[in-house]
């Protein structure tokens, strides 16, 4: 079983920036493909980033030049550091871990075996 608490949501003017951080507990955190998601009232959820150990993360196109993920092996935490946010990038954020994933499989969010309870990230204009 593999455990996930995000922290570092909250409120920010469109163009600030925020760094969100899931710290993980359970299995051996390296083996595991990390991502984000978020989910906006009325959308379905929707893939923001993954990161595997060892290999280039992946972005989606909305977010690419904005957001880096990143990962700490050693602290079992994944962070998703958000710069020049927009209006459209409120949603609740979530962790995510699988044991694998391709890159094409990496965007679909039902891959995901465990999740955390999501943070919350409010960009206003």
């Known amino acids: 079983q593999v455990q996930l608490v995000e922290s570092g949501g909250g409120l920010v003017q469109a163009g600030g920036s925020l760094r969100l951080s899931c710290a993980t507990s359970?299995?051996?955190?390296?083996?595991?493909?990390m991502a984000w998601f978020r989910q906006a009232p009325g959308k379905e959820r929707e893939f923001v980033a993954v990161n595997w150990s060892g290999i280039s993360p992946y972005y989606a196109d909305s977010v690419k030049g904005r957001f880096t993920i990143s990962r700490d092996n050693a602290k079992n935490t994944v962070r998703l550091q958000m710069n020049s946010l927009k209006p459209e990038d409120t949603a609740v954020y979530y962790c995510?871990?699988?044991?694998?994933?391709?890159?094409?499989?990496?965007?679909?969010?039902?891959?995901?075996?465990?999740w955390g309870q999501g943070t919350q990230v409010t960009v206003s204009s």
């Open positions: 995510a871990a699988t044991p694998s994933a391709t890159y094409v499989s990496a965007r679909i969010w039902s891959k995901y075996d465990y």
């Open positions: 359970g299995r051996t955190f390296s083996n595991y493909v």
